[in-house]
């Protein structure tokens, strides 16, 4: 829509992963550090978590596409679209396995033979699950107990990604037998101020920006609003520049910054200044017992 009129190829302050487009702050180095090493050292279980828009997912994905060694045979979980189906029916359709009306001990043994043929074939298989903060204990221990296929050799490698409740989830007593198998872990924090002006850049110079579009108050106003979380200052920035296409503004500065914020405030379903620590509204979707 303003791609144009600004100079633009591409969208840049979208709130799709994109690995593209990740700006590694300093806590998003070290998260992607302990990912490397988790996937890197054949960890069984490597945890991130981190507040609603901080980049987990972006993070994973640009690991997964640039690791070193072995190839990845790589399944995705995203729970909170989970309503229904055993965990090994997903597990199986994440690696694009047969499953529909297979019994739970058939689909634990195809599973197996599956981890088996990919180990011959010198395939990692990496099972990441997003929003892990929604499964229930009994799929958490579920998940401790797939692990125990790595007996003789490491074949299934699990990556944990969810909100900070996650953490409390695998600090309770009762998961300590899963807690103890993880061995890389990293909590994600927003990034700091003085990753403001880099965040912006980076994005702008990725989506093909050749000139000043945001003036310096103005990112640094967007940037404070959103408590640098990085989805929240994306989705502030956008609504700027449509603001600014709208005027037939060449840049953005505080003005507009100013009327996005308060129409925000005023009108619109998200604001960041009502969530100040990022927590996770109750959960809606788990996958049930």
Known sequence: MYERHFGLQTLPFSILPNPRFLYLGRSHQIAYAMLEYGLVSQAGFTVITGAIGSGKTTLVQKLVNSVPGKPIALGLISTTSIGSGTLMEWIMMAFRQPFEGLSYPRLHRDFSDFLLRMAESGNRVVLVIDEAQNLHADRLEELRMLSNLNVDRM???????????????????????????????????PLARADALPYFTHRLDVAGSRRSIFTRPAMLQIFDYAQGTPRSINIVADKCLVYGFGEGANKVGRRIVGRVISDIEQYGLYNPAENPLGEAPPAAACIEA
């Open 155 to 189: 074949m299934l490698q699990l990556v944990l990604v969810g909100q900070p409740e996650l953490r409390q989830i695998l600090r309770a007593p009762h998961m300590r037998q899963l807690s103890q198998r993880v061995s890389s872990d990293f909590h994600l924090e």
